[in-house]
């Protein structure tokens, strides 16, 4: 690693709350000349938010930025842009039927008439050149690769003047010729004084490509350290913290690998939204009464699989089965009837039709039975009485005759979907971070539905980035990264630190230390 210099960003005490939940909870984060400064955490720690004030998208409710030593105050991109920071995002915010040059001119200021693109490109060629950022200028963004998109980005900061580059999760959509490449970029720029935030949670690429690595954990700093000096058992500890381990007794450790499995996913490969694949290979059971939760980081294809298991998303290969029964092939609705239950991460994108009644959403799956419906015809009344007698027994709060469900809360919301699935005949829940977002009376409402599943002999497949959620809930734990199982665990052989190393990608660190008789890895 490169010798840095002195510090030329300091933040302190920063606090940023939306909706009264703290995202940032006076964090304190300092930057250095020349430095490649890793960010780590679990998803929800609030790396983003720290990234997206520095990057001035956000404004913080209090606390201070320095650069140089000077108070800034960061209002818009423009400014963080004229102050020379620069953010490159997991998604890209370019134009494709623009060329590279007319990306990186896109939105300056002061450019004027007397711009000439032959200019902009001889200056994007110069530093494409000095940085290794192989990329023709008059190429347009649709022919480029997704590698060669993620350089114009780099390359639009670059041409704007930005000496501090913030990289939000940069090679979550590269392939690992192209990370290798990138990261020697990086290296580059901070040879040559720029300053990286490398916001990452994979463990091999932060001890690998970092100065120094900040931890965050629940929107408060976890500690800094020099990453020569630090391990990744040490920092999985630090992002996860030991708060997670259920208390004895907490959770009662319950037999039940004799129970028939009432979902059965075998090898499993799906593609992702790029075509890329992002399930590859993964195999999971859960049988009657029993939770099984599945923890990972986010983007490590969660999403996916979960899409699949619902009919969602198009399975490349292996197998999915509710009891006897291969669904494989089978489309959402006839997974439904044949006992599958599902409760989206997108509750009113996915879970709820945002333009429908409070009535008409609890209906959607039953609207053509009877009694909702006869030859044909819809019967409201019928409609109506099922309606008020879920909104009662699941407490759907503020629920009224007519109501759009786009009025109701985040809370009501969920009630609304757990209502719907669980009044059906099912075997098996399908739950998708079925608490994301509530508030606390709302969080205990749903696991207590979660858990009464089981005492109905119901199967739970539960999908949470929330780890203390899936310790309290789960009678296994089964961990995804990259697309595929790499661990298992039950309330009795959870390890934290070991599940930590998992969940960012370091299961060869892991091994490591099994080999070598459970040393430190």
Same mark, same amino acid.
């Given at each position: 690693m490169a010798d840095v210099g002195e510090t030329i960003l300091e933040v302190h005490d920063l606090n940023k709350a939306f909706y009264g939940v703290a995202a940032n909870d006076r964090v304190n984060f300092d930057l250095r000349s020349g430095e490649v400064h890793g960010l780590l955490g679990e998803n929800g720690a609030g790396k983003s938010t720290l990234c997206s004030v520095l990057a001035g998208l956000y404004r913080p409710d209090s606390g201070e930025v320095r650069l140089d030593g000077r108070p800034v105050t960061l209002r818009s991109p423009h400014e963080a842009a004229e102050h020379g920071i620069g953010m490159v995002y997991q998604h890209f915010r370019l134009v494709p039927s623009l060329t590279v040059a007319e990306n990186l001119v896109l939105g300056l200021k002061g450019q004027g008439i007397r711009l000439t693109l032959r200019a902009v490109q001889n200056r994007v060629a110069a530093i494409a050149e000095e940085y290794g950022l192989t990329v023709h200028p008059d190429s347009y963004v649709w022919q480029l690769s997704v590698g060669e998109q993620q350089r114009v980005e780099i390359l639009k900061q670059l041409y704007r003047g930005a000496r501090i580059l913030i990289l939000d999760e940069p090679t979550a959509v590269l392939a690992p010729h192209e990370c290798e490449r990138l990261y020697e970029v990086v290296r580059h720029m901070a040879d040559q004084g720029h300053s990286v935030v490398l916001v990452s949670h994979k463990m091999e690429e932060i001890l690998g490509h970092t100065d120094r690595v900040t931890v965050l954990r629940h929107g408060r700093n976890a500690g800094t350290v020099n990453t020569a000096e630090t391990t990744a058992a040490i920092l999985a500890t630090m992002m996860i913290g030991t708060e997670h381990l259920p208390e004895p007794g907490q959770h009662a450790v319950r037999r039940l690998d004799h129970a028939p499995v009432v979902l059965s996913?075998?090898?499993?490969?799906?593609?992702?939204?790029?075509?890329?694949?992002?399930?590859?290979?993964?195999?999971?059971?859960?049988?009657?009464?029993?939770?099984?939760?599945?923890?990972?980081?986010?983007?490590?294809?969660?999403?996916?699989?979960?899409?699949?298991?619902?009919?969602?998303?198009?399975?490349?290969?292996?197998?999915?089965?509710?009891?006897?029964?291969?669904?494989?092939?089978?489309?959402?609705?006839?997974?439904?009837?044949?006992?599958?239950?599902?409760?989206?991460?997108?509750?009113?994108?996915?879970?709820?039709?945002?333009?429908?009644?409070?009535?008409?959403?609890?209906?959607?799956?039953?609207?053509?039975?009877?009694?909702?419906?006869?030859?044909?015809?819809?019967?409201? @009344?019928?409609?109506?009485?099922?309606?008020?007698?879920?909104?009662?027994? =699941?407490?759907?709060?503020?629920?009224?005759?007519? #109501?759009?469900?786009?009025? #109701?809360?985040?809370?009501?919301?969920?009630?609304?979907?757990?209502?719907?699935?669980? @009044?059906?005949?099912?075997?098996?829940?399908?739950?998708?971070?079925?608490?994301?977002?509530?508030?606390?009376?709302?969080?205990?409402?749903?696991?207590?539905?979660?858990?009464?599943?089981?005492?109905?002999?119901?199967?739970?497949?539960? =999908?949470?980035?929330?780890?203390?959620?899936?310790?309290?809930?789960?009678?296994?734990?089964?961990?995804?990264?990259?697309?595929?199982?790499?661990?298992?665990?039950?309330?009795?052989?959870?390890?934290?630190?070991?599940?930590?190393?998992?969940?960012?990608?370091?299961?060869? #660190?892991?091994?490591?230390?099994?080999?070598?008789?459970? @040393?430190?890895?």
């Open positions: 996913v075998e090898n499993l490969q799906v593609g992702g939204d790029r075509g890329v694949l992002a399930v590859d290979g993964a195999s999971v059971e859960v049988r009657r009464g029993q939770i099984v939760g599945v923890a990972g980081v986010a983007g490590n294809g969660q999403r996916e699989l979960q899409e699949a298991i619902a009919g969602l998303r198009a399975i490349r290969s292996g197998s999915v089965r509710l009891g006897e029964r291969d669904i494989t092939a089978a489309s959402p609705r006839e997974r439904s009837r044949a006992g599958l239950a599902y409760v989206p991460e997108d509750r009113l994108g996915t879970g709820l039709a945002s333009g429908l009644t409070i009535e008409e959403n609890l209906v959607l799956k039953s609207y053509r039975e009877p009694p909702h419906s006869r030859l044909g015809v819809l019967s409201s @009344s019928a409609v109506g009485t099922t309606a008020r007698t879920l909104i009662e027994r =699941f407490d759907v709060r503020g629920a009224r005759r007519g #109501m759009a469900v786009s009025l #109701m809360s985040g809370g009501n919301l969920q009630k609304a979907i757990l209502a719907r699935e669980l @009044s059906r005949s099912h075997d098996v829940l399908l739950a998708a971070s079925p608490t994301r977002g509530l508030d606390l009376a709302a969080t205990a409402a749903v696991r207590a539905h979660i858990r009464a599943e089981t005492g109905e002999g119901r199967g739970v497949l539960l =999908f949470s980035e929330d780890l203390a959620e899936i310790t309290e809930l789960a009678d296994v734990i089964v961990v995804m990264s990259r697309g595929r199982i790499v661990g298992s665990y039950t309330p009795e052989t959870l390890d934290v630190e070991e599940l930590g190393l998992l969940m960012t990608g370091a299961e060869g #660190m892991v091994q490591a230390a099994v080999r070598d008789g459970g @040393s430190e890895a």
